[in-house]
C-alpha cells in the first residue's frame, strides 16, 4: 500500500457541493459568437453531407474552441465537473444535434467505443429494458443509478441533453477525492478495502475470447495521483453468476454500500436537472455521477435522450494510471469496447 493513500487529499478536486450553491465558475455559457461559429461548422458539415465519424478539420470552430477548452480545462484540473450552456437545440433536429455534438466532441478528445454495437456517439434513454436481465447496462432503463464511474476508465465524460424527461432524472454527481477524505476520517478500514481488487461483470460488453468478467481496485494510485474506480454496485454483485469465487464480500459489500451512503449526503453531492442543449463533461478519474429515475413523455420525439461520448486524451493531458488499471485503460487504449461479429 502506498502511505500517500492514507493521507487526506487537498486538491481543486477534492470539493464539496455545497462550495457550488453561490459559485457558477463550473458553467460555461457560450457567446453568441461562439453559437455563430458552431452553426457555421454545422452547415459545412451538412454541405458536404458528412456523417459522423468525421474529422476535427471538417468541423472548424475557433471562438466556440476557446470557450470550450475552458471547460475541458476546469474538468480536468478544477472540480472534475463543468456545464457548457447556451447551444439552441431547438433550433435543430436530433441529427443535427449529433453533428453538432460530434463535431465538439472530437476537439475535447477521441471518442471511443462505447459498447459491441461500436457506438462512439451512444444514445443514453430508456430501451424499455431491465437491469434485472446481466446482459441490460443502466443506461439502457430509467432506472436510478449509483454514484459510479462509468465502466471504462476513460479520462472525459461528456452528455448532450437532447431532450429532458416528463418529470426526474436529475444528475448528482460528487468528488472522488472528498469521499476518500471521508472514509479516511470516518473508516480507514473500509478504505483499506477500497485499494484491493474487486471482481466486476462486464455484462456482454467483453471482447471475444475474454473473461466476462475483470478484477480492479476501487481507488488506485500512480505519481501521488488518486484514481477511482467506483463502478455501480450491480456490476459487483451480478459477477456472482459465474462462480462462488466470485462473490462479492462482507467488507467489500460494506465499503461500496459506505461509499454510496457517503455520496448520498446532500451536503458533498452537487445536482442538476440537464436542460436541452446542456453539455455536462466529468472527469472519470475524480468523480462519480449518479441518476434519480425519471418519468418519460409517452410521445416517442420526446422521451429523454442524452448523446453520450466517452473520450480518450494524449499521454501528456491525462491522468496517471496504476498498473492495476492496465486491464480496463488496455480496452481504451484499444479504442473502446470491441465490435461484436454478431448481438445476441
Not at 218 to 232: P, V
Request: net charge negative.
Amino acid at each position: 500500500m502506498v502511505e500517500s493513500s492514507y493521507q487526506k487529499i487537498v486538491d481543486p478536486g477534492a470539493w464539496v457541493g455545497s462550495e457550488f450553491k453561490n459559485c457558477t465558475d463550473w458553467i460555461y455559457d457560450l457567446s453568441s459568437d461562439a453559437i455563430s461559429d458552431i452553426e457555421y461548422a454545422l452547415n459545412l458539415v451538412k454541405a458536404k453531407n458528412l456523417e459522423i465519424p468525421f474529422e476535427k478539420s471538417e468541423f472548424p470552430i475557433s471562438v466556440a474552441l476557446d470557450e470550450i477548452n475552458a471547460a475541458v480545462e476546469e474538468a480536468l484540473i478544477g472540480s472534475g465537473c463543468s456545464l457548457i450552456r447556451g447551444i439552441p437545440q431547438k433550433k435543430f433536429d436530433v441529427h443535427e444535434c449529433e453533428l453538432i455534438y460530434w463535431g465538439l466532441g472530437i476537439h475535447m478528445g477521441s471518442p471511443v467505443s462505447q459498447n459491441r454495437k461500436g457506438d462512439r456517439l451512444g444514445h443514453v434513454k430508456d430501451q424499455g429494458l431491465t437491469s434485472r436481465n446481466p446482459k441490460v447496462r443502466l443506461y439502457q432503463t430509467s432506472e436510478k443509478m449509483d454514484f459510479h464511474c462509468d465502466m471504462l476508465p476513460v479520462d472525459l465524460l461528456g452528455l448532450f441533453c437532447v431532450n429532458k424527461a416528463k418529470s426526474g432524472g436529475w444528475s448528482h454527481v460528487v468528488s472522488s477525492l472528498t469521499v476518500h477524505n471521508i472514509l479516511l476520517e470516518e473508516r480507514p478500514d473500509l478504505l483499506e478495502t477500497a485499494f484491493n481488487n474487486f471482481y466486476l461483470d462486464w455484462r456482454g460488453e467483453e471482447g471475444p475470447g475474454n473473461n466476462p468478467w475483470y478484477s480492479i481496485p476501487m481507488f488506485s494510485i500512480c505519481q501521488n495521483k488518486l484514481t477511482a474506480r467506483f463502478t455501480n454496485r450491480l456490476y459487483c454483485q451480478s459477477s456472482e453468476r459465474f462462480g462462488p469465487e466470485f462473490k462479492i464480500s462482507a467488507k467489500q459489500l460494506e465499503t461500496l454500500d459506505y461509499v454510496q451512503e457517503i455520496s448520498n449526503r446532500e451536503e458533498l453531492r452537487l445536482s442538476m436537472l440537464l436542460e436541452e442543449g446542456d453539455i455536462q463533461i466529468l472527469n472519470n478519474h475524480i468523480t462519480m455521477h449518479g441518476r434519480d429515475t425519471y418519468l418519460d413523455h409517452q410521445e416517442t420525439d420526446k422521451k429523454r435522450h442524452l448523446l453520450r461520448m466517452w473520450l480518450r486524451l494524449e499521454n501528456d493531458k491525462r491522468r496517471p494510471l496504476a498498473n492495476s488499471l492496465d486491464v480496463l485503460y488496455s480496452v481504451v487504449l484499444r479504442n473502446g469496447i470491441p465490435t461484436a461479429n454478431h448481438l445476441e
